[in-house]
């Protein structure tokens, strides 16, 4: 879409942004992106009339792939900023909201505002329930479990924004805000001690570590790097790592990668092939740096997952949760993942911590019910 901005006649338009006479013509993403670059700029001037300016103008075209970005590289949480920007429009019918975040998010579920309006609903409610049947990630951090917190003095963005986590290491460095908002749990159905999804908990045993610094393989040009993150099937590393699982006798989780290997070197494609493509670049990335990674198995079953974890994490067993569901007809191009450390609650609920990268091999009929319980001051008991 482009943007058709009115000039006086004075102002000489640039070649290329001059296709409309009077008119400075330029594409939207660009005027957002450099707007947004422009007015973050602008936010340190300590004249609160400019700063007020400042931040109603980047209310209205505020680029969040830009505003997101942690200095430390991580992104922080989408959804609840959208939630706060379409809360700040003030939007005429209030109910709209519900229709409005919906479609800005891209849920597949929707609710009825007419059968919810008549039976007098809350809407705040309304729109908790609906960023929470859509599957969003939500984390039972520590600074949300606290039982003196009482979650009603929260606004809804307010309350996503505690429970909401902020990614640090997505494995895609283009179209990051796109894959993160299929970051979502399959299938989810509300309980009352938490919301039921179908997944995968990995067992991480603490001495299933996998040291990749005695790998000997040549050093890497940065250039040839940058290649091999496109092409990670091509690199010596993964080749290496599935020599090193066979010497472990660790032959399911070798033949795995092997078939992964072999699919993508003959130009198979799927859209589980592509996210898989994504972690085998973290895999890539860790071998090349020299990390230790992590065997994940099923419970009963052999070694058939590997993950990155963090240094602290060695030494200590871990569970990840996975889902997987391949793109919906019509709903949309991405399908639904996620990879996330998790602890066990009371009664086998278990509590998301954070994203966590790394390749598992399974088939549908091991997928089982997985309970995420609720923050802890959201139940009764709290």
């Known amino acids: 879409m482009d943007l058709l901005i009115p000039v006086e006649r004075s102002v000489q338009v640039p070649e290329r942004y001059d296709l409309v006479a009077g008119e400075f013509c330029v594409q939207a993403t660009k005027f957002r992106k450099q707007a947004t670059i422009f007015l973050l700029a602008c936010s340190d001037i300590r004249w609160e009339e400019h700063h007020a300016i400042c931040s109603e103008v980047l209310s209205k075209v505020e680029r969040y792939s830009i505003t997101l970005r942690r200095s430390d590289g991580g992104l922080n949480p989408m959804s609840s900023t959208i939630f706060a920007d379409i809360e700040q429009r003030g939007v ?23 059968s919810l309006t008549r039976e007098r609903h809350s809407l705040s409610l309304c729109l ?95 250039a040839k790097k940058n290649y091999l993150e496109s092409y990670p099937w091509e690199s010596f590393e993964l ?78 067993p871990m569970n990840v949760l996975t889902t997987w569901q391949p793109p919906q007809k019509g709903l949309n191009e991405q399908g639904n993942a996620v990879s996330l450390k998790v602890s066990w609650g009371v009664g086998q609920v278990v509590k998301p911590r954070r994203w966590i990268n790394g390749m598992v091999f399974f088939s549908r009929d091991e997928r089982k019910d997985v309970l995420i319980g609720w923050p802890f001051s959201w139940t009764r008991s709290g």
């Open 92 to 114: 005429e019918n209030a109910w709209d909201t519900l229709a409005i975040t919906a479609n800005t998010c891209a849920y597949e579920t929707r609710l009825d505002v007419k």
């Open 128 to 222: 908790l329930a609906q960023f929470l049947l859509n599957g969003e990630i939500f984390i039972c951090s520590t600074k949300h479990d606290n039982a003196n917190r009482n979650s009603l003095m929260y606004t809804v963005h307010g309350l996503l924004d505690q429970i909401q986590p902020a990614i640090d290491d997505l494995p895609i460095s283009t179209k990051e805000l796109t894959f993160l908002k299929y970051c979502r749990m399959p299938s989810v159905r509300f309980c009352v001690r938490g919301l039921e999804t179908d997944g995968y908990i990995w067992d991480l045993p603490k001495h299933a570590n996998l040291s990749t610094s005695d790998f000997n393989l040549p050093n890497l040009s940065d």
């Open 239 to 316: 080749k290496a790592l599935v020599e090193r699982l066979k010497q472990r006798k660790e032959f399911i989780l070798a033949a795995g990668i092997y078939e992964y290997l072999e699919k993508r070197r003959k130009d198979t494609t799927s859209p589980a092939l592509d996210y898989m493509d994504l972690m085998a670049c973290k895999l890539f990335q860790a071998i090349d740096r020299g990390f230790q990674l992590r065997l994940a198995n099923l419970p009963g079953q052999r070694a058939s997952g590997i993950f990155v974890p963090r240094r602290w994490e060695l030494s200590r």
